[in-house]
T-cell receptor
């Protein structure tokens, strides 16, 4: 069974602070996706990373895929209350399946 | 320009009364997925269709069935809902499931199921 360990599980910070969420596995993934989910809604895709060592930026969000394609991180600079949500990483495995991390519930307080 | 549409957004059913949830997509993707998500947990894959080929997860209860009459639509049938089946049900699609750039899954907004 391929597992993705996501940390931290909960994070509560003040507006303007920086934060990093980690996603780690002993397995190699051909791609990894990050989603953000708000209460009562489906996950919304933020980014897909494919190449080992790849870095992608989406405004204040920076995503990195580890060189060995076993881990990934999401860094948010100057967090805002609108960033509040559940952040999920998901690695692509065989047979069109995604392996999800447990999620990080981020709360940004004004 | 919605891409993955789920209806209804909220569904209330009674214990043991069959219920059907609907998903449609405008992306013309080959693969459609159904997930169950309970509070504060990651989505759990129930099954998926690659075109017309049905792929069930080993631990998905027989109470859950699915139909995909055409490329655009996929249904989740819960034959006899129990209290433990109350959850958010998410539909997702991906292009064709082969190659990392083709496997990105796009989710619908979900259907929140309540079982009374």
């Amino acid at each position: 069974t391929q597992l993705l360990e996501q940390s931290p599980q909960f994070l509560s910070i003040q507006e303007g602070e920086n934060l990093t969420v980690y996603c780690n596995s002993s397995s190699v993934f051909s791609s990894l996706q990050w989603y953000r989910q708000e209460p009562g809604e489906g996950p919304v895709l933020l980014v897909t990373v494919v190449t080992g060592g790849e870095v992608k930026k989406l405004k204040r969000l920076t995503f990195q895929f580890g060189d060995a394609r076993k881990d990934s991180s999401l860094h948010i600079t100057a967090a805002q209350p609108g960033d509040t949500g559940l952040y999920l990483c998901a690695g692509e495995t065989s047979g069109s399946r995604l392996t999800f991390g447990e999620g990080t519930q981020l709360t940004v307080n004004p | 320009d919605a891409m993955v549409i789920q209806n209804p957004r909220y569904q209330v059913t009674q214990f043991g009364k069959p219920v059907t949830l609907s998903c449609s997509q405008t992306l013309n993707h080959n693969v459609m997925y159904w997930y169950q998500q309970k509070s504060s947990q990651a989505p759990k894959l129930l099954f998926h269709y690659y075109d017309k080929d049905f792929n069930n997860e080993a631990d998905t209860p027989d109470n859950f069935q699915s139909r995909r009459p055409n490329t655009s639509f996929c249904f989740l049938d819960i034959r006899s809902p129990g209290l433990g089946d109350a959850a958010m049900y998410l539909c997702a699609t991906s292009r064709d499931g082969f190659g990392p750039s083709e496997d990105t899954q796009y989710f619908g907004p979900g259907t929140r199921l309540t079982v009374l």
